[in-house]
């Protein structure tokens, strides 16, 4: 029974295994592997003993060693925060003074991972603190563990429970984001590009699970590119028309106990967030409220959850606000295309103010701070106008010219050809006879769903 628990205790150290700390994951079976990484220090040859080993309970001190909840013998008490590509000292506190009996008889080793040991040397006559010098390979982490070996009857090999374990991360690494995606729509997964300002030895998978947190979404890949340990491809699945947020914190984990950092991670001091929304197309509707076009309107965005501005006459407005408290009540908002839908190009000062203030006070607190000017036609002081009442001149990328009724297809299609993130839809649901307006939205929605476009006002309240 114990035996058997000795063994599940006990890790085996073979050629290039690192004994596996609590909450490092990045040596699982399947992860990127690199055997030069391990230097294992072996002082002395190791113990000759193999086959079956079973510990009496009457070797209080070994029981000490195995059990959990004992307290370990032996101890790093003092490792540098960082190295910088040169030798290092670490410093170890043995529970009872090893005299001078040299090391390769005392049961403890210490194992080093990307780096070796140069020497070792005792503080104190009575050898209770000794001083390793280890030299790390390269600028990479290094572990330094010290461990108990014991005889271990499964494989031909030697056992060891770890004893106490510390990291050295190399020198610092900056991280940043290339050119990182605007938004994303349904279709395409979304890839950005990682670099770091050295390489680092991280594992794939430890980068993946450990250094990313996505918000509406998820790492589904990260790959280096052309092999390289700095530039990393990563590839991010969008819940679809939500906005997804990636947290870069390589060092998440390391705050609460150092043993669970990951070694080459820890090395990344860079931490940053950044989103990326799903595309937004913003339909804007002119010259309405319509007694009948505005709620067909209205009945189409709703089918497809879409939410648009309505650039509204004010005498109209005036005329139907049952029309105007329904577009306020689901959801869209309200814009000022002014009272009786002149041109403002040429008009005197007072005019102006006059056509767009009493739209504005007509819409109360319902009013956003945008207006379009009637027939897209302005002058040079239309804009410094509108800025002086705190209104800003909307217009838009996408017009399709609806009002010259060419059929509700050709509208869908200049709808649709036309989509992209962060463009403005110019259509109008009143001023005519608007069912091609209408047709033709309902088939450009259809058509654009699988992109899954979020339909927002662009002017908000
Ligand atoms: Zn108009």
Same mark, same amino acid.
């Given at each position: ?7 599940? @205790? ?6 290039? &295994? &690192? ?8 040596? =699982? ?12 220090? %072996? ?52 529970? =009872? ?8 008889? &005392? ?22 603190? &000794? ?5 790390? =390979? ?185 029309? @105007? ?21 040429? @008009? ?55 009002? %010259? ?57």
């Amino acid at each position: 029974m114990l035996g058997a628990a000795v063994t599940l @205790i006990g890790f085996c150290i073979l050629a290039h &295994w &690192w004994f596996p700390m609590p909450g490092i994951d990045s040596r =699982q079976p399947g992860a990127p592997s690199d055997p030069t990484a391990v230097s294992l220090l %072996t002082p002395g040859a190791p113990p000759e003993a193999v086959g079956p080993h079973f510990i009496a309970e009457s070797e209080p001190a070994l029981m000490r060693l195995l059990w959990p909840h004992g307290s370990p013998p032996a101890a790093i008490v003092s490792s540098p925060v960082r190295h910088r590509g040169a030798d290092f000292d670490v410093t170890i506190r043995f529970a =009872q003074p090893l005299g001078d009996t040299p090391l390769s008889l &005392w049961p403890h080793s210490l194992v080093v991972q990307s780096g070796e040991v140069r020497t070792l040397a005792r503080n104190d006559p009575a050898g209770v603190e &000794w001083t390793a010098t280890i030299a790390p =390979q390269g600028r990479r982490s290094v572990d330094v563990g010290l461990v108990r070996r014991v005889p271990c009857h499964a494989l031909a090999s030697y056992c060891s429970a770890p004893l106490t374990a510390a990291t050295v991360p190399g020198p610092p690494v900056a991280a940043r984001v290339v050119e990182p995606p605007t938004h994303h729509t349904a279709q395409a997964s979304i890839e950005f590009l990682l670099e770091l300002s050295e390489p680092v030895w991280a594992g794939l998978q430890e980068l993946r699970d450990r250094a990313f947190q996505v918000a509406n979404g998820r790492v589904s890949g990260i790959d280096r590119v052309d092999g390289r340990h700095d530039l990393f491809r990563v590839t991010v699945q969008a819940e679809p028309g939500a906005d997804v947020a990636v947290a870069f914190s390589p060092r998440s984990g390391c705050a609460a106990d150092e043993r669970s950092c990951a070694p080459e991670l820890s090395r990344i001091v860079d931490e940053f967030e950044f989103s990326i929304p799903a595309a937004r197309l913003y339909l804007t509707f002119d010259d309405g409220p319509h007694p009948e076009f505005t709620p067909r309107v209205l009945d189409v965005l709703a089918r497809y959850d879409a939410r648009a501005t309505f650039f509204v006459v004010g005498s109209s407005a005036a005329a139907h606000p049952e029309l @105007i408290d329904r577009i306020v009540r689901e959801g869209h908002t309200l814009a000022n295309h002014t009272w009786n839908h002149d041109s403002l190009a040429g @008009i005197e000062e007072d005019e102006f103010f006059d056509t767009l203030a009493s739209t504005q006070e007509l819409l109360g607190e319902d009013a956003t701070a945008c207006m379009r000017p009637p027939y897209y036609s302005m002058d040079e002081h239309t804009e410094s106008r509108a800025a002086q009442m705190g209104l800003k001149v909307v217009m838009g990328e996408i017009r399709p010219r609806d009002w %010259t009724s060419p059929g509700a297809l050709e509208i869908a299609n200049r709808i649709v050809g036309g989509a992209a993130h962060g463009r403005v839809v110019i259509l109008h649901d009143g001023g005519g006879e608007r069912s091609q307006t209408i047709e033709g939205l309902e088939l450009a929605l259809a058509y654009l769903q699988p992109f899954r476009y979020v339909y927002e006002p662009v002017c908000q309240s």
